[in-house]
Nanobody, 119 residues
Framework: QVQLVESGGGLVQPGGSLRLSCAAS????????MAWYRQAPGKQRDLVAA???????DYADSVKGRFTISRDNAKNTVYLQMNSLKPEDTAVYYC?????????????WGQGTQVTVTS
C-alpha cells in the first residue's frame, strides 16, 4: 500500500518556524509533483506550495517569501520549511503526490497534520 507519511506539525508562537516532512512509502515511483495543501475549518483546501521532480516550485501568494518547499527524490520525500508563521497559517496541512504511470494518473494524499500558530 502506498502511503504518504507526514510529520512536523505542532503548536508554535507567531513568528516561529516549523518544518513539515512527507515521505512516500510502499513505492519507488518518482512522483511528477509533490505538494502541500492546507485547510482551515469551514474553508476549502488550498494549495500552499508545489514542487516538480525537476525542482520547479510554485507558492501561494500568502506564503511566498516565508515558506520554502523542497524534495529529496532519492527518498521520495517532500519538505515544507515554514518561517515567520502567522495565526492565519493555522490549518490542517496535507501532503499530496501526483504522477503518471504509462499513461495512467496516480494521486495520493497524506492524512493531514495540524499546524497551530498562537500566542
Amino acid at each position: 500500500q502506498v502511503q504518504l507519511v507526514e510529520s512536523g506539525g505542532g503548536l508554535v508562537q507567531p513568528g516561529g518556524s516549523l518544518r513539515l516532512s512527507c515521505a512516500a512509502s510502499g513505492t519507488t515511483f518518482r512522483f511528477d509533483t509533490m505538494a502541500w495543501y492546507r485547510q482551515a475549518p469551514g474553508k476549502q483546501r488550498d494549495l500552499v506550495a508545489a514542487i516538480t521532480s525537476g525542482g520547479s516550485t510554485d507558492y501561494a501568494d500568502s506564503v511566498k517569501g516565508r515558506f520554502t518547499i523542497s524534495r529529496d527524490n532519492a527518498k521520495n520525500t517532500v519538505y515544507l520549511q515554514m518561517n515567520s508563521l502567522k495565526p492565519e497559517d493555522t490549518a490542517v496541512y496535507y501532503c499530496n503526490a501526483d504522477g503518471g504511470f504509462f499513461g495512467a494518473t496516480i494521486n495520493y494524499w497524506g492524512q493531514g497534520t495540524q499546524v497551530t500558530v498562537t500566542s
